[in-house]
């Protein structure tokens, strides 16, 4: 299996900061990346895929790089509808697999 | 806009199947290239794939479960289905189906609510 690694687990920020978190495959797997962000309760929603591509909908304060096995996400100017848990994913492969996660929490 | 929403017991004895089936709005299974997967998540935990069944009917289960579980199609009633047998109190989670992109490129674009399943006596 592909191990993905997340890091930080977790984070405070406040409102208008910019955040990064960093996720890290155990193989290349080009640019099959995919990022979510989940609140509690709810399901996960698909913010960009193919590392940097923005999914339909979502604001462009999001974003992502990165290829090979190095990953990150970036919120540029943190709102309060961002706080939640975030994930990345590989599709380079199966069993699909998910990063343990980054919550961002208010500071 | 699809919509996928899933259903079943929401308890199931130790030793027993688990069962759930999930139902598609505003799509058929059979167009459009896309892999229908089945993901949990435990109370508290991250998330872990299940598996899929692709457009075509075939089938990819994760190893970690690959002998317990089976996904399959009802395409006419365009639902698909998860069984997980032999459970036990470790497979208490969140259970969410899924709508993976086209030829399994693009992320999971469209979720389920999830339903909650424990594993209990």
């Known amino acids: 299996d592909i191990q993905m690694t997340q890091s930080p687990s977790s984070l405070s920020a406040s409102v208008g900061d910019r955040v990064t978190i960093t996720c890290q495959a155990s193989?290349?797997?080009?640019?099959?990346l995919n990022w979510y962000q989940q609140k509690p309760g709810k399901a996960p929603k698909l913010l960009i895929y193919?590392?940097?591509s923005l999914e339909t909908g979502v604001p462009s304060r999001f974003s992502g790089g990165g290829s090979g096995t190095d990953f990150t996400f970036t919120i540029s100017r943190l709102q309060p509808e961002d706080f939640a848990t975030y994930y990345c994913?590989?599709?380079?492969?199966?069993?699909?697999?998910f990063g343990q996660g980054t919550k961002v929490e208010i500071k | 806009q699809v919509q996928l929403q899933e259903s079943g017991p929401g308890l199931v004895k130790p030793s027993q199947t688990l069962s759930l089936t999930c139902t598609l709005s505003?799509?058929?299974?059979?167009?459009?290239?896309?892999?229908w997967s089945w993901i949990r998540q435990h109370p508290g935990k991250g998330l872990e794939w299940i598996g899929y069944?692709?457009?075509?009917?075939?089938?990819s289960y994760n190893p970690s479960l690959k002998s317990r579980v089976t996904i399959s199609e009802d395409t006419s009633k365009r639902r698909f289905s998860l069984r997980l047998s032999s459970v036990t109190a470790a497979d208490t989670a969140v259970y969410y189906c899924?709508?993976?992109?086209?030829?399994?490129?693009?992320?999971?674009?469209?979720w389920g609510q999830g339903t909650l399943v424990i594993v209990s006596s």
């Open positions: 505003g799509a058929s299974m059979r167009n459009g290239g896309y892999f």
């Open positions: 069944i692709d457009y075509s009917g075939s089938t």
């Open positions: 193919d590392a940097s």
């Open positions: 193989q290349d797997i080009v640019n099959y």
């Open positions: 994913q590989q599709y380079d492969d199966v069993p699909r697999t």
């Open positions: 899924a709508r993976e992109g086209e030829d399994g490129q693009g992320g999971f674009d469209s």
